[in-house]
């Protein structure tokens, strides 16, 4: 019995054990109980993973089919099996509220909402491994300069460092993606502090990505009218080339405007 693959559920099941296996070995695990795989599947993944006696293995599947096959072919995984959605389950509740890793060959169409998951409960994950598609792991992975830097990529690499690891081709999956692949790690990178008013930086980062093509004066002018009063050099720069720690100045320098500009609102309505 085999799992028919799903479109909609991004199911494309990884074929070559000798990946898989590489896959689960680029997981450090280090001082966490627990390793949630997002998207076991047919589990080729999740062999290896419980292999490991480190670490305990829990794995989250939407999919009823797939459910019903683990079940059925890895009985050791009995009482370790969510089936549910991971973009909707409470983490803390349902797998560990003490941190714990993710790994998963992940469902395409649903990554960047996986990260933004992640991000949510940054302070439960410190590592995550993952396969997803090239393009995307590309961007997370890159730094300021390169034209792909972008939201994603000064979200998660605010909290974690960020590793490509290897690239895989479309033949090792059933059926093949009509993308590329690559497995990347992120790493919790120790800070527990943005520094500034973080949903304010959330707020920045996305205005200034979604007209990457203008100069920062532009894109963040809806902030408040001082912007000019920033250092003029920042202000012709675009937000591909603001590092994640320039961002956070950038972040406290419009707060301040925008508390000093509240103050003159109050002070020239009482006159
Ligand atoms: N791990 C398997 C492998 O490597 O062969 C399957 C990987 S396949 C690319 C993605 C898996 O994620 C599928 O099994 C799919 O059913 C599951 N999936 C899709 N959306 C999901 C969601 N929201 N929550 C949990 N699992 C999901």
């Given at each position: 019995m085999f799992v028919r693959p799903k479109k909609k559920l991004g199911q494309h099941f990884l074929t070559d054990k000798n990946i898989a296996r590489d896959i689960v070995n680029h997981l450090k695990a280090q001082n966490i109980e627990k390793v949630l795989e997002i998207g076991p599947g047919m589990g080729v993944l999740t062999d290896f993973l419980l292999e490991n006696n480190d670490y305990e293995t829990f794995v989250i599947e939407i999919d009823h089919e797939s459910v019903v096959y683990l079940r059925q072919y890895i009985p050791r995984l009995e009482g370790h099996?969510?089936?549910?959605?991971?973009?909707?389950?409470?983490?803390?509740?349902?797998?560990?509220?003490?941190?714990?890793?993710?790994?998963?060959?992940?469902?395409?169409?649903?990554?960047?909402?996986?990260?933004?998951?992640?991000?949510?409960?940054?302070?439960?994950?410190?590592?995550?491994?993952?396969?997803?598609?090239?393009?995307?792991?590309?961007?997370?992975?890159?730094?300021?300069?390169?034209?792909?830097?972008?939201?994603?990529?000064?979200?998660?690499?605010?909290?974690?460092?960020?590793?490509?690891?290897?690239?895989?081709?479309?033949?090792?999956?059933?059926?093949?993606?009509?993308?590329?692949?690559?497995?990347?790690?992120?790493?919790?990178?120790?800070?527990?502090?943005?520094?500034?008013?973080?949903?304010?930086?959330?707020?920045?980062?996305?205005?200034?990505?979604?007209?990457?093509?203008?100069?920062?004066?532009n894109s963040i002018k809806s902030f408040s009218p001082r912007v000019e009063e920033l250092d003029s050099i920042l202000l012709t720069r675009r937000p591909e080339q603001l590092s994640v720690e320039e961002f956070i100045d950038l972040t406290n320098n419009i707060e301040r405007l925008m508390t000093g500009s509240q103050e003159q609102g109050v002070l020239s309505r009482e006159n």
């Open positions: 099996i969510i089936e549910g959605d991971f973009l909707r389950i409470n983490l803390a509740e349902k797998v560990s509220d003490k941190p714990f890793a993710l790994i998963g060959n992940l469902p395409y169409n649903i990554s960047s909402q996986i990260f933004f998951k992640v991000l949510e409960n940054k302070d439960l994950i410190p590592e995550i491994v993952c396969m997803l598609q090239k393009e995307v792991a590309m961007r997370i992975a890159s730094g300021p300069g390169s034209k792909v830097y972008g939201i994603l990529s000064v979200f998660l690499q605010a909290w974690y460092n960020v590793e490509y690891l290897i690239d895989v081709p479309p033949h090792v999956f059933d059926p093949p993606p009509q993308v590329q692949s690559a497995v990347i790690r992120l790493s919790a990178n120790g800070r527990t502090e943005l520094g500034c008013n973080e949903k304010l930086f959330f707020r920045v980062v996305k205005q200034a990505f979604n007209q990457r093509r203008k100069m920062l004066r």
